[in-house]
T-cell receptor, first 113, second 114 residues
Framework: GDSVTQMEGPVTLSEEAFLTINCTYTATGYPSLFWYVQYPGEGLQLLLKATKADDKGSNKGFEATYRKETTSFHLEKGSVQVSDSAVYFCALSVGGGADGLTFGKGTHLIIQP | GAGVSQSPSNKVTEKGKDVELRCDPISGHTALYWYRQRLGQGLEFLIYFQGNSAPDKSGLPSDRFSAERTGESVSTLTIQRTQQEDSAVYLC????????????FGPGTRLTVL
C-alpha cells in the first residue's frame, strides 16, 4: 500500500540555521505530494504542495521539490525562525477514488533563539 | 462558511457508550474526509465522501465506526460501543473535487474514552 516515511523528531535547531526534513514515499500511481504544518494549539494547515515531477512547492520561505526518481519530497528552509516551531507532516494522495491523504508520522521541529 | 467547523471540540465519554461527531465543510466543497490522530502518531485516513458517490470506507478501523453525509453538507461520524483505544483527535477536512486539490482541515474533536 501507499506509505510516507519522514524523519522522526524532535529536531532541534538554532535560529537562522538551515533546515531539511526528509520525506520519502511509496505509492501506486502518480501521487500529489503535500507538506502540512501544525503550530502549537492550532489546526492542521497546508504549507505547500506539488502535483507533478520536478515541481517545486514553496511558501513562507519553505521549499520542497517533487523528485520522482528518488520518490522524495524533502522540506527545506534556508534560515529558520523561532516561529517555525511546529509539527510538520508529509503526505500524499493518489486519487482514483482513493483521495484520502496518507500521512507520515510527523516531525516535531523546535527552534531555539 | 469561513472554514471547516467541528463539534464538539471536546468529548469525554465512558467505555461502551456511543458518540456522534459533527463536521460542517466549507460551502461548495464536494469532497469531505475524516481522519484520526492518536497521541504521538500521524493522521490515519478513515472515510471519504465525494458528491453523491458511495463513500470510500477503506480506512474505517472496525464496524463500530460509521459515517453519513447529507448531500454536500454536514457529516457525522458515529462510534458505537466506544473503547479506550478510540481516544484520539478526530479531524474533518473538505476540498474541491479532485485529489490534487488542497484539503482544508477543521480544528478537530478531542475524544477521551474513560
Amino acid at each position: 500500500g501507499d506509505s510516507v516515511t519522514q524523519m522522526e523528531g524532535p529536531v532541534t535547531l538554532s535560529e537562522e540555521a538551515f533546515l531539511t526534513i526528509n520525506c520519502t514515499y511509496t505509492a501506486t500511481g502518480y501521487p500529489s505530494l503535500f507538506w502540512y504544518v501544525q503550530y502549537p494549539g492550532e489546526g492542521l494547515q497546508l504549507l505547500l504542495k506539488a502535483t507533478k515531477a520536478d515541481d517545486k512547492g514553496s511558501n513562507k520561505g519553505f521549499e520542497a521539490t517533487y523528485r520522482k526518481e528518488t520518490t522524495s519530497f524533502h522540506l527545506e528552509k534556508g534560515s529558520v525562525q523561532v516561529s517555525d516551531s511546529a509539527v510538520y507532516f508529509c503526505a500524499l494522495s493518489v486519487g482514483g477514488g482513493a483521495d484520502g491523504l496518507t500521512f507520515g508520522k510527523g516531525t516535531h521541529l523546535i527552534i531555539q533563539p | 462558511g469561513a472554514g471547516v467547523s467541528q463539534s464538539p471540540s471536546n468529548k469525554v465519554t465512558e467505555k461502551g457508550k456511543d458518540v456522534e461527531l459533527r463536521c460542517d465543510p466549507i460551502s461548495g466543497h464536494t469532497a469531505l474526509y475524516w481522519y484520526r490522530q492518536r497521541l504521538g502518531q500521524g493522521l490515519e485516513f478513515l472515510i471519504y465522501f465525494q458528491g453523491n458517490s458511495a463513500p470510500d470506507k477503506s480506512g474505517l478501523p472496525s464496524d463500530r465506526f460509521s459515517a453519513e453525509r447529507t448531500g454536500e453538507s454536514v457529516s457525522t461520524l458515529t462510534i458505537q460501543r466506544t473503547q479506550q483505544e478510540d481516544s484520539a483527535v478526530y479531524l474533518c477536512a473538505s476540498s474541491s473535487t479532485g485529489f490534487r486539490n488542497t484539503q482544508y482541515f477543521g480544528p478537530g474533536t478531542r475524544l477521551t474514552v474513560l
